[in-house]
């Protein structure tokens, strides 16, 4: 995959979440997009920001924890956001309920209300992946689609010649699709660096790291 980081941007920019279980691969998909190579990472503790341009577009992708006692955390960051990448690992079969839950969770919160949700089924380079369409069963992706564009891609950081990755394809998408409810969303909070989803979790989640 191309490095993302295209020269030029003329739309305002789109903020968007990347979240998923633990060790879906999350972080090492931010940074090959922003790098355009794969970087050895580590469990993130509390968030990872970066921005992307695709296209026309400028794409601030907030990585946020997915530690247990953190998840919480999570909704000082819905506000402004206008597109949410949900990565699961498509090896993790014994993890799928509570990927299900988790996702359907998230998207349960009135500031998510009509938020497009790209789906990024993860790791497809290895061996033991679970099929699309039993992994969009098994996420009940159906129930999502109702009720905001919700788009499904089979990603790896690793592509072949025989198996592609669709992660260029999932960030122009997400980039495009913010919905008229998300776009008059970001109108309502500020986007300030010091609002509460920078300082309220970060502060939080530094007194978890003591616990």
């Known amino acids: ?12 920019p789109v903020r968007v979440l990347l979240l ?10 931010l940074y090959h997009c922003v790098l355009g ?3 050895t990472t580590i469990p993130t503790i509390g968030f990872n ?5 695709v296209n026309d577009s400028e794409v601030t992708v907030w990585d946020v924890s997915s530690r247990g006692k953190i998840r919480p955390l999570w909704r000082h960051y819905y506000p402004n956001t206008q597109g949410i990448v949900y990565v699961v690992d498509s090896t993790d079969r014994d993890r799928m309920t509570e ?5 359907h969770d998230i998207l349960s919160e009135d500031e998510l209300n009509g938020v497009p949700v790209a789906i990024a089924l993860n790791k ?6 679970m099929t699309k369409e039993e992994m969009e069963e098994m996420l009940d992706l159906s129930e999502i689609q109702k009720n905001r564009p919700c788009r499904v891609f089979l990603t790896t950081v690793y592509p072949t010649e025989e198996i592609q990755t669709e992660l260029m394809n999932l960030f122009e998408w997400i980039s495009e699709e913010p919905t008229d409810e998300s776009k008059e969303s970001s109108t309502k909070h500020k986007n300030d660096p010091f609002s509460s989803y920078f300082w ?4 939080k989640m530094k007194g978890m790291m003591f616990e």
Not at 20 to 29: H, N, P, Q, R
């Open 1 to 12: 995959m191309g490095n993302l980081n295209y020269a030029f941007c003329r739309r305002k």
């Open 124 to 129: 497809r380079d290895l061996k033991n992946c």
């Open 200 to 203: 309220t979790p970060l502060m």
């Open 20 to 29: 998923g279980l633990d060790a879906a691969g999350k972080t090492t998909i």
């Open 49 to 53: 920001v970066e921005t992307c341009k």
């Open 99 to 103: 990927a299900k839950e988790v996702l």
């Open 37 to 39: 190579k794969v970087v």
